[in-house]
C-alpha cells in the first residue's frame, strides 16, 4: 500500500488542485493521503483540506523546510511505499497504481519517481546525474541553453516511456521512497532546509545499497516554484547554501576548489542575474562550502 504525503506552504489554489487529481484518480494501492503544513498563515489550507473527506492534515506551526515536512509526514502515515509530493504537483490517473508496482517488481528500489509534465504535458526534466562543477557553469555563466538541458549538465532523458531505468536522483517535487529503506538511512536531513534534500537522500540510499529508478509511465504534472517565488532572493540563498551543505559532505577537496573558482569566476562573464542575486549566492555558496 502507498501512503501520500503532500507538503504544502502557502499555495491553496494549487493544494486544492493537488487533492482534486488524487480524489479523481481513485487507486486502490492508496491507504491514505497527509497534507503536512509547514506554517501557512491563515486557514485557507486547512478550509481545502476540509473539502477532501480522504486527506488528513497535520500541521507545524513554522516552516522548517520541505525535509522537515517529508519527516513529519513519514511519521503520520504507516505504508512502506510513501510518495511524496510537492503541492505544486496534480498525479494523473495510474500514476500512483504504477509506481508501487514497480517497487513490487524492483525489490531493490529504495526510491521509484515519476515522470514530470509541464501543464501543456510536455516533459519536464525529471532524473538526473549526481551535480558537479558543470551545474554551477551552467547556472552562473553564460552557457548555451542546449547545454545546459544536455546530459553535460546531468540531465537524463525519459527513455523510451515504457520502462523504468536507472538515475542518481529525481526532481524532489515528487517521488515514493521503500520506508525500510528511508528508516535504513535515517529519513530525510532536515538541516537543508529547502533544496538538495532529495539529492543527499538519492546518494544515502545509494550508499546503502538501495536503486532508485524513474518510471515513466507513471506522470505527474508539475508547476513549479509556486511556493518559493514568494520569495526570491531568500530562496536563492537557500538554493545554493544547501548545494554547499551537500557538496561539502560529498564532494572531494579537489572538487571543492573547482567549485570555489567556478563561482569567484562567474561575475565577470554572467549575464543572468543582478548583482544582489549574485552576492546571496557568492555568499551563500562559499561559507556553506568551507575550507
Known amino acids: ?28 494501492s492508496v491507504r491514505e493521503v497527509v497534507v ?10 486547512v478550509e481545502v483540506v476540509a473539502g ?12 522548517d523546510g520541505y525535509a522537515a515536512g517529508c519527516n513529519l509526514g513519514t511519521n503520520a502515515t504507516s505504508s512502506e511505499i510513501i510518495f511524496f509530493l510537492n503541492a505544486d504537483t496534480e498525479v494523473l490517473p495510474g500514476a500512483v497504481d504504477t509506481i ?11 526510491l ?53 531505468y536507472a538515475i542518481d536522483y529525481p526532481l524532489g517535487a515528487a517521488l515514493a521512497v521503500r520506508r525500510s529503506a528511508l528508516e535504513q538511512v535515517g529519513g530525510w536531513d532536515e538541516s537543508f532546509g529547502m533544496y538538495s534534500e532529495e539529492i543527499d537522500l538519492a546518494k544515502k540510499l545509494e550508499k546503502a545499497g538501495w536503486l532508485r ?46 567549485f570555489r573558482a567556478a563561482l569567484a569566476a562567474a561575475p565577470a562573464f554572467s549575464t543572468k542575474d543582478d548583482a544582489d542575486t ?5 555568499s551563500a555558496f562559499a561559507a556553506g562550502l568551507g575550507s
Open 36 to 45: 503536512v503544513d509547514c506554517g501557512s498563515p491563515g486557514i485557507a489550507h
Open 112 to 164: 521509484v519517481a515519476p515522470l514530470l509534465l509541464n501543464r501543456d504535458r510536455s516533459i519536464q526534466s525529471s532524473g538526473y546525474r549526481y551535480p558537479g562543477v558543470m551545474n554551477v557553469i551552467c547556472d552562473l555563466w553564460p552557457v548555451p541553453g542546449r547545454i545546459c538541458a544536455s546530459g553535460l549538465n546531468g540531465r537524463i532523458g525519459p527513455g523510451n516511456r515504457f520502462h523504468p
Open 1 to 28: 500500500m502507498v501512503s501520500i504525503v503532500v507538503v504544502h506552504w502557502n499555495t491553496p489554489e494549487l493544494l486544492a488542485a493537488c487533492l482534486h487529481s488524487i480524489s479523481v484518480s481513485p487507486s486502490s
Open 278 to 282: 549574485h552576492a546571496a549566492i557568492r
Open 213 to 258: 529508478l524513474l518510471e515513466p509511465r507513471a506522470e505527474v504534472i508539475h508547476h513549479g516554484g509556486a511556493s518559493t517565488s514568494q520569495r526570491p532572493l531568500e530562496m536563492q540563498a537557500a538554493l545554493w547554501r544547501s548545494r554547499a551543505i551537500y557538496h561539502r559532505r560529498w564532494s572531494s577537496r579537489w572538487r571543492r576548489a573547482l
Open 100 to 110: 508501487a508496482d514497480c517497487f513490487r517488481v524492483s525489490s531493490h528500489a529504495g
Open 52 to 63: 477532501f473527506p480522504e486527506a488528513r492534515l497535520v500541521e507545524s506551526s513554522t516552516n
